[in-house]
């Protein structure tokens, strides 16, 4: 059998490695929390929702879209987030059941 890191090429480790990256953080993951199951909010709603200042929301979102976690389309006046891949959140949920 071989490992993993024979199997995927080093690119797409680190890629990957970048993705685990970006969503490993406290707020971070409350905001995927928040978009779960197709939700869509813009950063007002979101940082509202966590109590937080709009510029610390917009920055962990910026990380998040940067890696490709989150998308964003524009209506109107606002950008309304949501996750590229919902099932992100199932990666975050086996975490969670082995701690």
Do not use: C, W
């Amino acid at each position: 059998m071989q490992s993993i890191s024979t199997k995927l090429e080093k690119a797409t480790l680190e890629q990957t490695s970048a993705s685990l990256k970006a969503i490993a953080h406290p707020i971070r993951l409350a905001m995927i929390d928040l978009l779960r199951d197709g939700q869509r909010m813009n950063v007002t709603e979101i940082y509202t929702a966590l109590n937080m200042e709009q510029a610390v929301a917009s920055q962990h979102l910026s990380i998040l879209k940067s890696k490709g976690i989150l998308e964003s389309k524009r209506q109107g006046k606002h950008s309304y987030y949501f996750l590229r891949h919902p099932r992100v959140v199932d990666i975050i949920n086996l975490i969670l059941a082995t701690t």
